[in-house]
């Protein structure tokens, strides 16, 4: 098993930054990626950006967020979510999430509220 918990959230000006924090315990073997999701009520989870640590780092972004977000991880188990320049638009719960290598089954945080007012 692999619990994701994340922190990080809070209110924050437009063109302000935020630095959201994922921290993975358990058993990390059984996952070589993380990645960002985030939710606005009333729409489906979107993909923010994604990391992964099998071999290669390799990091990839939503397009929405390309230039001002950064994903980087800092140790062994914990995976930050730099977010620059924010947006109104980027108000959401972010959440952190993987999958196990081995087996069909997501592992999910319980997200952190980030919200940027105008």
């Known amino acids: 098993q692999v619990q994701l918990v994340e922190s990080g959230g809070g209110l924050v000006q437009a063109g302000g930054s935020r630095r959201l924090i994922c921290v993975v315990s358990g058993d990390q073997r059984r996952i070589d990626f993380i990645d960002w999701y985030r939710q606005v009520p009333e729409k489906e989870r979107e993909f923010v950006a994604a990391?992964?640590?099998?071999?290669?780092?390799?990091t990839n972004y939503a397009q929405s967020v390309m230039g001002r977000f950064a994903i980087s991880r800092d140790n062994w188990n914990t995976i930050t979510l730099q977010m620059d320049n924010l947006k109104p638009e980027d108000t959401a719960t972010y959440y952190c999430?993987?999958?196990?290598?081995?087996?069909?089954?997501?592992?999910w945080g319980l997200g952190t509220q980030v919200t940027v007012s105008s």
């Open positions: 990391i992964t640590f099998g071999g290669v780092t390799i």
């Open positions: 999430h993987s999958k196990d290598r081995n087996f069909d089954e997501n592992y």
